[in-house]
């Protein structure tokens, strides 16, 4: 009989997404802090800002002039990354100096008029606005012919290099896959030919069957703590259907997504009493024209916070060189997110 006990012994754990381990070290948490500390962000955000160049009426930087819009707002990037009408080609040499042209576009897409409201303090009605518009650019981006995969994501706050408060989100489409979802879709694919059944699924009801790291369910979507999560507070959002994309959502999945979004968003913030960090966003099935029977759609929320407001977790060293590494059992974390995620809610509308 082993003494081993994962709440006490240092280990890796595998993340069956994306098939890379984790080193956990259970053992560590009462370690003293000496590192850096960020500054407490401040709170007072004007509704409007005369400089913002997302707000409602205001010119970009590109000269174009935002409309007066009411509810969401998706424009093209003044400055994209990536490029409809890049000329296809690419260069080889002996397979070690290998470059590939990546026509893609960018689009920013704004929540709300309001430059001071964030998801978490939206309405759900509201974040059911957004959930539609994330919806259609999926399929309206998914649709031309040289994207074959849509990247929805949001960087929220400064400390995770996002460069304008005014609550907004950005759509990336590219020729080809990025990284992270290439790595889900060869191990999604593996488990589907392995054992015939969906790698996302048996997860949830396993998730179901452990019960301990689960922080938040509603009748369609959990969100919980990845039993392989890497960021402190890492939160995984799985619809109990399975379903590839947001395109095949029901209207009342939909709803549930909108609720669940609200709540973990606002569960994030009531955690350190801030405006929580965050990198967020969803994973579909390629728009490559394929069937996609190995996907099972999902959204990660990855904040670098650590143990409050200013103290953050980077990833330096060993985590640079080695394996990624975390101390807080995700277990632990769990157990804190879903006493703030389980705060009764009401609408701030
Ligand atoms: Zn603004
Ligand atoms: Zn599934
Ligand atoms: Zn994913």
């Known amino acids: ?31 003293p802090w000496q590192g850096q500390t960020e500054d407490r962000p401040s709170s007072s955000t004007p509704p409007y800002d005369p400089a913002c160049y997302m707000c409602p009426g205001n010119h970009r930087a590109g000269g174009a002039q935002n409309p007066v819009y009411t509810s969401t707002y998706v424009f093209d990037n003044d400055y994209p990354a990536l490029l409809l009408d890049t000329p296809i080609g690419g260069s080889d040499l002996q397979g070690l100096l290998v470059a590939k042209a990546e026509p893609g576009l960018c689009r920013v897409m704004c929540f709300s008029p309001r430059h001071d409201r964030s998801l978490s303090q939206m309405a759900v009605g509201e974040v059911r606005l957004v959930v539609d ?168 929320f990855f904040p670098p916070l650590l143990r409050s407001a200013t103290v953050r977790k980077f990833m330096v060293g060993y985590e640079m060189l080695g394996t990624p590494q975390r101390d807080i059992t995700p277990e632990t974390a769990a157990e804190r997110l879903r006493e703030k995620f389980a705060t009764n809610q009401t609408d701030q509308g």
């Not at 379903?243 to 709803?255: F, G, K, P, Q, T």
């Open 1 to 31: 009989m082993s003494d081993f006990q994962l709440q006490k012994h240092p280990h890796r754990r595998l993340n069956a997404l994306t098939s890379e381990w984790v080193l956990v070290s259970p053992h560590r948490t009462q370690r």
């Open 133 to 300: 518009v994330w919806t259609q650019q999926y399929e309206e981006m998914g649709a031309m012919p040289r994207l074959n995969y849509v990247q929805i994501f949001e960087n929220r706050g400064a400390m995770m290099g996002c460069s304008n408060p005014h609550p907004h989100c950005q759509i990336w489409g590219s020729t080809s896959m990025p990284n992270e979802p290439l790595k889900e879709q060869a191990a999604q694919s593996e488990y589907l030919s392995r054992t015939g059944s969906c790698l996302v699924c048996d997860y949830v009801t396993a998730e179901r069957r452990a019960k301990e790291r689960i922080v938040a369910e509603n009748h369609h979507f959990m969100a919980v703590v990845p039993f392989w999560a890497v960021w402190p507070f890492e939160v995984l959002l799985l619809p109990f259907r399975h379903i590839a994309s947001l395109r095949e959502l029901s209207v009342a999945e939909r709803d549930s997504l909108s609720a669940i979004l609200r709540q973990v968003t606002s569960g994030y913030d009531r955690l350190f009493d801030v405006a929580f960090p965050y990198s967020m966003g969803f994973h579909q099935q390629p728009t490559d024209g394929q069937t996609h029977p190995e996907w099972h759609m999902h959204a990660h």
